[in-house]
């Protein structure tokens, strides 16, 4: 049931559409579920749901940017502790000097934007290697946000007050239900910006960067200029990452984050992104994130804490990758 061009498996028409990488992550996801809802009834909630999707929210926004830039071949370790550090940002304008909800949101945004600029001209203009980069914009990133919140946690509008419209965006209460409808946000944004990675010219010379820097520079692409971008995009994404994680959470505490980058950049590299550079999927991205999410909210309903969940996530990406190697040694 094979053939030259592929197999009964790689010729269904899903498969084709959607990548294998990506279909293999998706039976993973189901499987994942359904294994936590026979394991555990407690599992079989909506409370679940909605902590799924509370995590994933700004996993997923952060790992959107990050793809970007792990498509030129780089890497932005900031984004962690950067969206921290504009979230408290952020908040401490809207409740301490009463700045609108809406300003503290754009400061977030903002704040995310400069960083990136600054990973980008790092990066591209000063050919500091991205890892090394990005390492030092974390640490400024963690001892900025302690800087602006005074070393105290610093909370945005709790729900009931002025200004905690903004909590809605993710997750909507009608009478005593919660719904989570920052999902829909997430699949627009999923949506722009695979448009963006797969039909632009930002998308297509950034692919190329990672594919070969040498050769789109000499094919006339401006290669600082798309490394900017991509690390712009990624301090973007943080950004909003921040806003995603100050409508979770209660308080935002200074000098936290970090590791967070590593759950973005693990979902995208489990979702299909070259762990080399050159190619990528959001919505591999997106999926890769739903099986972080998955595994940090259903391992604890089947007895398995904080060690045991690093371990099974860390062998999950560890197969990604060497799928990711042994793809590469086929081509």
Aim: glycine share 12%; aromatic share 10%.
């Amino acid at each position: 049931m094979s053939n030259k061009n592929g197999n009964i498996v790689t010729n269904n028409p899903f498969v084709r559409k959607m990548g294998t990488q990506k279909t293999i992550v998706l039976i993973i996801i189901i499987a994942l579920f359904t294994f936590f809802c026979i394991a555990s009834p407690s599992f079989r909630q909506y409370s679940t749901v909605l902590s799924i999707m509370d995590y994933s929210y700004y996993i997923t926004l952060m790992a959107i940017g990050v793809t970007f830039t792990l498509i030129t071949g780089g890497v932005d370790l900031s984004i962690g502790t950067g969206l921290v550090c504009y979230s408290i940002a952020g908040g401490y304008l809207v409740v301490y000097k009463h700045w609108p909800v809406v300003l503290g949101m754009l400061v977030a945004i903002l704040f995310g934007v400069l960083i990136g600029l600054l990973n980008g001209i790092l990066v591209a203009v000063m050919n500091l290697p991205p890892f090394i980069a990005t390492l030092c914009t974390m640490m400024i990133t963690r001892g900025l946000g302690s800087l602006c919140s005074g070393g105290f946690g610093i909370p945005w509008p709790q729900a009931g007050t002025d200004g905690a419209w903004f909590r809605s965006i993710f997750k909507l209460k009608i009478g005593t239900m919660k719904y989570p409808v920052g999902f829909l946000l997430i699949i627009v944004l999923i949506i722009i910006m695979s448009i963006i990675l797969n039909k632009s010219k930002i998308g297509r010379y950034i692919i190329a960067i990672g594919s070969n820097k040498e050769a789109a520079r000499l094919s006339g692409v401006n290669v600082k200029k798309y490394l900017i971008i991509a690390y712009v995009l990624s301090g973007l994404f943080a950004g909003l990452a921040g806003i995603a994680y100050a409508a979770t959470f209660t308080s935002i505490n200074p000098g936290t984050g970090a590791g967070l980058e590593l759950d973005a950049i693990g979902g995208a590299i489990i979702g299909g992104v070259s762990t080399t550079g050159g190619s990528g999927s959001i919505v591999g991205a997106l999926l890769g994130v739903f099986v972080m999410s998955m595994l940090k909210t259903g391992l604890p309903y089947i007895g398995l804490q904080a060690n045991w969940q690093q371990i099974i996530t860390g062998v999950i990406l560890l197969s990604a990758v060497l799928i990711d190697v042994l793809k590469r040694k086929d081509k």
